[in-house]
Structure formats: C-alpha cells, structure tokens
C-alpha cells in the first residue's frame, strides 16, 4: 500500500485527537496573541505595560510575539499535522510543544510577574500540563520508534486506540 494511502486507512486514535485539539487551541490563541505583539509592540492593542519588561532582554514586545506567533503558533500546527498524518513521533511533537508552552509561562510569570486578569498564564499553564499529560499518556501506549528503524504501524495504530 503506497506511504500516503497508509496513514488515512487507519482511523485516529482517542490521543491523537485530543493532542491535535490542544494543539490547535494553542496554535489560535498563539497566532492572534502572536500578531497583536508584533503589530503594536507597545502594548498599544493589547493592555500590557513595557514597564513590566523591565529586568527582561526585551524592550517591546515585538520578539516575545515574534516567539509567540512561530514558535507557540506555529509549533502545534506542525505538532497537530504530525498527528493527522499518524506520524510515530507524533508523541514526542505533542510533548514538545506541551513543554514549550509550560516554559514559556514559567518564563512570562518569571519576567513580568504573574496576572489574573485575565487569567491567561493559568488557563494557558493548564493547556501546558494537558497537552504534556496527553503526550506522556501517548508514550505509555505506543513505543517510539528507533531512529532509523522503519515505523511499526500497527503497533502504532493498535495500542493508541
């Protein structure tokens, strides 16, 4: 059966599109978030003092969105492409990028201080720990494969349903 016929023949496991819809409420939040920071670095759309950059490397918030956008809003969608595709390191996309997003609050609280209002480093901190729970979930369930050894696909396809 040809490579890309193989991964739309088997349906998507329950991990799977949980991770991909994680990812993709990430990847929304980021992008617009994202944008905001790179079209008005001064806080001039979105309420955020430059003040509170004080002590940071960053005297707008031009490079956090630019961060934001690519690395936060982009990342999940190659993360949830990974995962529609039945790729085999699909897992370890989906704990990188939950990793990436507990880092980058941790780093945001640590910087300019933690804000519940709104309460976005929380909400975002618990789509971090979903996402890296899902992804470790998904570890427990199908063995990542070698490098360089081919992907075992019905090891992969029947232990993550």
């Keep these: 059966m040809p490579k890309s016929t193989r991964h739309h023949t088997q349906p998507l496991s329950r991990l799977a599109k949980a991770a991909m819809v994680l990812e993709i409420l990430l990847s929304i939040g980021a992008l617009g978030g994202g944008l905001v920071l790179m079209i008005a670095p001064r806080g001039e759309i979105m309420p955020l003092p430059v003040s509170a950059l004080a002590g940071s490397p960053f005297d707008t918030y031009l ?64 789509l971090g720990i979903a996402i890296v729970l899902v992804a470790l979930h998904w570890f427990a369930v199908v063995r990542p494969p070698r490098l360089g050894s081919p992907p075992r696909w019905s090891d992969h396809h029947a232990a993550s349903t």
Excluded: D, M
């Design 63 to 126: 490079v956090p969105g630019l961060i934001l956008f690519g690395v936060l809003g982009l990342g999940p969608l190659v993360a949830a492409r990974l995962a529609w595709l039945r790729h085999p390191f699909a897992p370890i996309a989906a704990f990188v990028v939950g990793a990436g997003l507990l880092t980058w609050v941790a780093v945001e609280v640590a910087i300019i201080g933690y804000s519940n209002e709104p309460p976005l480093q929380a909400i975002y901190g618990i």
